[in-house]
């Protein structure tokens, strides 16, 4: 039989046990050792069938064991202990607080930032994710959180989150969407004064609605809000809208999307009012999903009276947007008759000029697509502030990105970067830390996870070999008892019976050098690269001295056949009776999983086609648990990698071969690496039986990479090199500032067709070109309407290339000398010095200039010299 409705019976703690109802419901649990462990003892059979889940184990303790625990004098100490250093977490200050406390430049911080995503993962016990992006939000928000950073998370509860995965017996893979009962998850409905749930409705074509309640998760200090359209109010297909993570067709996504974004919005307005929570100063949106959270911004400012171009002004200042994606095709792109319709008569914004909507996410750019709606260009449009995922990124997003900045060279596209970064308290092993604790008093050891520092991760050097050496074993065998948990629960679905099974007992080997691989299974991370040469990597697994060990896991998305095939040929790989000890394949990698499998590998290995991997972040919590990277120089590893602590995986990119080929040279090099390098440094042993060179490379990653890698130096930098930029540029532009802004664009605008550079002469008497040397440099510009307030005259000089191009260019702005002229021309002046030997050239460009604007490509307007200019702008010497 099945239930027509079910509901969900809450437990009534004893008076004694209320508190752990605020332990449960606030997600710190989920990276603070102390208070999992206290759930752990309230019944330790319930927690591991919950999955660690503290609600789900309150939801079914029985009530004789409660009435138990609420007399048991030693328990309600730890509880009481648990709720203050809670309390303490949540009402101390923290680093920002004794940043702000310094007046000066800190006086500037936002009071209050919300961050959008369409995914978080935060824990498995809230699935709401999918991969990278989400857990990187996740990670963005516990670290914002541990360091006192005023954030408002905002995203969606999906009823379905994204798919579990199991395989079928020939290794398909099959996808399930268990349903979610929010009243089974770490979540409180918002609700008014009186109790009714608070509802944020949206207008959609055709005169429906769409409505949507506001769950909340307390991530520590931060709390993540989740909008919900499963409610009574909304006809069937709207209550789908927050169905599945990335399912469905354009019109589904773009709904979830104009929920993410404008609903996002309104429900922070509404939980503000609620709680008197401070107005956030500081909009970031993580990918270009949440886009339409500025025009909903924009419609605030204009229904209190700002016309658009001065509210887009305005909101552009207090916009943070940070890209993921390194290709075109990964990009979130609609048919623009669907925007146009849901931005139109009848539907959401009405008071926003649709044209003006749409030209924001035009691909004004050539081979841009007319027809389409981007969204990251309209992110990049509606942001002052842009950046990629790590240095490597940055420079590949300003190539992307440089058609919409023409006239500037990629260099100068108003992109920058900010590494990734991991939250280190949610993924160090208990053990791990309790060695790092151990060496520096748990406190520090807490600090140094959480904020950085390079100083206390210095004191790893000191760790003897041997402790270090049992803690890598001790860490590979729990996962070996992992592994066969998992592969026996896998082969049972698969449809085996336990007589089959008994192999499983002998699956790993906590002695044998482990190498790691788990990823989402898009094709360019390459899940099967590893099988590119099946015989040799059989003689890697099975090397009578040197044998190696590989646990996979991976998900592809639902609609990528491709992808599944993947997973069915590495499954049918590891399901070869010959290898099947040393190689498996691991279904339904998650959050839970990934907790183990980081710290058991000896290897963690990442194979993507460089340049398409943004940052990944998986190698990062693997180093943090002394896990050394093998990794085609790509994303972080690109920018950190030392010989001392870990190697990289060379590739042949760039050399325009077919991918056939690349992938032959990338995988032999691969096999190389661990057959000459890796696997002889793993089992080369001293007198004691340790490993001293792999120890050694052990401590350098934690000693160096460790303090990298946190999450907390990520925070810290989006704070410092974004946040409070974006927060002083919003404050400097209150109304009539944006106003003044927007005004001025548009004259300069309309001005610039007639702005250029009329004539460049060098100072004859100046001399030859020799180092050190300095020339005068005399630059005729017209300015048309404009006037020397308006612009910048720059000469930019450095190095030239065979063809004449400047790369490392270094711009001095030019005096005005005079003018204007009869013709309105103005004369500026500048010295140029030859600071560098070899080929070097200069040229001359106006580029308009405001004090409330950033860089100086923001308009994407430039002038620069023509053939005509006059034979002073180009190369001086060879
Ligand atoms: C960290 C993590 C990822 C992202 O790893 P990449 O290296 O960026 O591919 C994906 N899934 C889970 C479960 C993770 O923990």
């Not at 089959?500 to 360019?524: C, H, K, N, Q």
């Not at 085609?632 to 001392?644: I, K, R």
């Not at 309309?750 to 020799?770: F, I, K, L, N």
Request: net charge negative.
């Amino acid at each position: 039989m099945k239930a027509i409705r079910r509901f969900t019976v809450r437990p009534v703690l004893p008076e004694p046990l209320r508190p752990l109802s605020d332990l449960a419901r606030n997600l710190r649990w989920s990276w603070h050792p102390e208070t999992r462990e206290l759930f752990r003892s309230v019944d330790p059979d319930g927690w591991r069938a919950a999955g660690g889940d503290p609600v789900r184990v309150l939801g079914s303790v029985p009530a004789g064991r409660l009435a138990e625990l609420a007399r048991d004098e030693q328990f309600l100490a730890r509880l009481s202990a648990a709720s203050a250093d809670l309390d303490d977490y949540l009402s101390g200050d923290r680093w920002y607080q004794q940043q702000s406390s310094g007046g000066g430049e800190a006086a500037e911080l936002p009071a209050a930032i919300a961050y959008f995503s369409p995914e978080f993962g935060v824990t498995a016990a809230l699935p709401q994710y999918s991969g990278g992006l989400g857990i990187l939000a996740g990670d963005h928000l516990k670290s914002a959180s541990d360091l006192g950073v005023p954030l408002i998370g905002v995203g969606l509860l999906y009823r379905h989150g994204y798919f579990r995965q199991s395989l079928s017996r020939d290794g398909w893979q099959q996808e399930h969407y268990p349903l979610l009962d929010p009243n089974e998850l770490p979540v409180t409905l918002l609700r008014q004064p009186d109790d009714t749930p608070v509802r944020v409705h949206l207008a959609l074509p055709g005169g429906r609605s769409l409505y949507a309640h506001i769950w909340v998760a307390r991530v520590g200090r931060v709390p993540l809000l989740m909008l919900d359209s499963d409610v009574e109010e909304n006809g069937p297909s709207e209550r789908d809208v927050t169905d599945r993570l990335y399912g469905g067709g354009s019109e589904h996504r773009l709904l979830q999307e104009m929920l993410l974004g404008i609903g996002g919005v309104r429900a922070v307005r509404a939980y503000c009012a609620l709680t008197g929570h401070a107005a956030p100063e500081v909009f970031h949106t993580n990918e270009g999903h949440a886009g339409f959270l500025g025009l909903e911004r924009i419609r605030e400012l204009q229904q209190d009276g700002t016309e658009f171009d001065a509210a887009l002004e305005a909101v552009r200042a207090g916009t943070v947007f940070t890209t993921h994606t390194p290709v075109p095709a990964g990009i979130d792109r609609f048919d623009r008759h669907l925007v146009a319709r849901h931005f139109g008569e009848g539907a959401e914004l009405p008071a926003v000029d649709t044209d003006r909507i749409l030209a924001l996410g035009r691909e004004t750019y050539p081979g841009g697509d007319p027809n389409v709606f981007n969204m990251a260009v309209m992110g990049l449009r509606l942001a002052q502030r842009a950046n990629g995922v790590s240095t490597l990124h940055g420079a590949v997003s300003r190539e992307m990105f440089a058609g919409l900045w023409p006239g500037f060279d990629p260099e100068e596209v108003p992109i920058t970067s900010i590494t990734n970064g991991v939250h280190a308290p949610t993924w160090v092993a208990p053990e791990v830390r309790a060695l790092g604790a151990r060496q520096i008093g748990a406190e520090r050891a807490e600090e140094a996870l959480s904020v950085g520092g390079s100083l206390r991760w210095d004191s790893v050097t000191d760790i003897p070999g041997a402790d270090i050496w049992e803690l890598r074993r001790d860490l590979r065998e729990q996962l070996v008892i992992e592994v066969r948990t998992r592969l026996r629960a896998s082969w049972r679905e698969r449809g085996a019976g336990s007589a089959e099974l008994g192999w499983i007992d002998g699956v790993l080997d906590p002695d044998v050098l482990t190498i790691g691989f788990a990823r989402r299974v898009p094709s360019y991370k390459r899940l099967t690269l590893m099988l590119r040469d099946r015989e040799r990597l059989t003689r890697l697994l099975l090397d009578p001295d040197r044998p190696v060990q590989i646990v996979v896991a991976g998900k592809a998305h639902p609609a990528d056949d491709g992808g599944k095939r993947l997973v069915r040929e590495l499954v049918r790989f590891s399901d070869d009776p010959r290898v099947r000890h040393r190689i498996v394949f691991l279904p339904d990698y998650g959050m839970g999983m990934a907790q183990k499998l980081y710290p058991g590998c000896d290897v963690w290995l990442n194979n993507p086609l460089r340049p398409l991997e943004a940052c990944g972040t998986s190698g990062m919590k693997a180093a943090l648990n002394g896990c050394l990277n093998l990794s085609v120089l790509d994303g972080w590893w690109d920018e950190w990698f030392q010989p001392d602590f870990g190697w990289a995986i060379p590739t042949a990119d760039g050399h325009g071969l077919d991918e056939d080929r690349r992938d032959d040279l990338e995988a032999g090099a691969l096999y190389e690496l661990i057959e000459q390098r890796v696997a002889p440094r793993f089992y080369d042993r001293d007198a004691d039986g340790l490993p001293e060179r792999w120890i050694e490379m052990v401590r350098s990653t934690l000693a160096d990479l460790g303090p990298k890698v946190l999450a907390g130096r990520m925070v810290r930098e989006y704070v410092e090199r974004l946040y409070a930029p974006a927060a002083h540029a919003h404050r400097a532009l209150d109304v009539p500032g944006a106003a003044e802004l927007a005004a001025w664009k548009t004259r300069v605008r309309t001005a610039w067709p007639q702005v250029a550079v009329d004539h460049v002469e060098v100072d004859e008497a100046s001399g030859v070109a020799e180092l050190g040397a300095t020339l005068g440099l005399r630059v005729r510009v017209a300015l048309g309407e404009l006037t020397p307030e308006d612009v910048e005259v720059q000469a930019v000089a450095g190095r030239v290339d065979t063809s004449d191009r400047l790369a490392d260019a270094q711009s001095v702005p030019l005096k005005p000398a005079g003018g204007p002229d009869q013709q309105g021309r103005w004369v500026y002046e500048g010295p140029l010095t030859l600071d560098r030997t070899g080929p070097f050239g200069y040229t001359v460009r106006i580029l308009p200039t405001h004090r409330l604007l950033p860089a100086g490509a923001d308009l994407g307007l430039v002038a620069l010299p023509t053939e005509a200019t006059g034979e002073g702008a180009g190369v001086l010497m060879r």
